[in-house]
């Protein structure tokens, strides 16, 4: 299964057949449906339409049809009946001129300051007439089942580009966790030592009068709580296994932004933990290296389904 893209923007128009010939050889236009579907990154499913009258029955079926393919993100979708008679003047019918003529002047003889109709609106009228009102159901239900085509391959294609990063930053942080497991022994032997060149300092300075085997004691206790202090294997464990799962998911595909959200977070505990238990400098630049990989992850996991 394809990792999925919250981002991403699809349209088409419905290509209406073509109609008979009228007495120039011409084909009389007709009304011509055009929809687009725009996605945004969002924490649950946002379905909002923006409708024609012609289209406003429809709106029901189009949210089962979105709700079906599409789980999380912000989702417009955008339809238009647009009218093909750019540059073409539609002739009224002598029958239609005199039906208008009649209405008018009834309308006149009870609103005398009604303004009478311009050329314009009878026109517009004559285009009303030679086009009558259609039901456009299932040419938007088909064109709808188009878009989301194009909308969920687009998507598709989004998320193949998010995962290739997320397996790049995934690799980037093993490296990292490398270099940081041999750092943890070299620090508590040094730090021991270190103990133990103070506690014969101390034994130099008593010239043998104080409790060697005391002091040593608590030199080697001081070693042993500072190792414990520092030791930040568990923490790299865990970072081990998060990053297991995350790559194991994102190999899997599917639905799974919400559960790359939360392991991001617990990346970001374990850097933080790795940072604040920082011994060396070289541990403390391995710590804010790795809290900008996941940064950068965490950006892109906010886009992914």
């Known amino acids: 299964m394809s990792v999925y893209s919250m981002t991403g923007y699809a349209s088409a128009q419905h290509n ?35 409708l024609p009258e012609e289209l406003r029955a429809c709106e029901p079926a189009l949210r089962e049809k979105l709700g079906a393919r599409l789980k999380r993100g912000k989702v417009e979708l955008r339809a238009a009946i647009e009218s093909t008679t750019t540059n073409v003047v539609t002739e009224p019918s002598t029958r239609l001129l005199q039906r208008l003529n009649a209405i008018q002047d009834n309308v006149k003889a009870w609103l005398p300051t009604a303004q009478p109709l311009s050329v314009a609106d009878v ?21 709808a089942d188009d878009v989301l085509n194009a909308l969920m391959a687009a998507r598709e294609r989004e998320g193949a580009r998010l995962a290739v990063m997320l397996f790049d930053r995934i690799k980037q942080l093993r490296a990292l966790a490398t270099q940081a497991e041999p750092l943890i022994p070299l620090l508590v032997a040094q730090q021991r030592q270190r103990f133990l060149d103070r506690w014969a300092q101390a034994m130099e300075l008593t010239d043998g009068q104080a409790n060697s085997d ?9 070693a042993t709580t500072f190792a414990i202090r520092i030791d930040v294997a568990e923490e790299l464990t ?40 920082s011994a060396a400098l070289e541990l403390t630049h391995i710590s804010v290296d790795m809290k900008v990989l996941i940064e950068q992850m965490r950006e892109q996991v906010q886009n992914i389904e």
């Open 214 to 222: 005391m002091a040593q004691d608590r030199a080697l206790t001081e």
């Open 238 to 277: 865990r970072l081990a296994s998060h990053l297991d799962e995350l790559e194991r998911l994102v190999k899997k595909g599917g639905d799974i932004g919400k559960r790359l959200d939360f392991l991001i977070q617990e990346l970001h505990r374990e850097a933080n933990t790795l940072g604040s238990k």
């Open 123 to 143: 026109i517009h009228l004559a285009v009303d007439e030679s086009h009558p009102g259609k039901d456009w159901q299932a040419e938007a239900l088909q064109l």
């Open 16 to 50: 209406p057949a073509k109609e008979a010939l009228d007495g120039e050889g011409k084909s009389p236009a007709s009304p011509r449906l055009g929809m687009e579907i725009r996605a945004v990154n969002s924490r649950f499913l946002d379905l909002s339409f923006r």
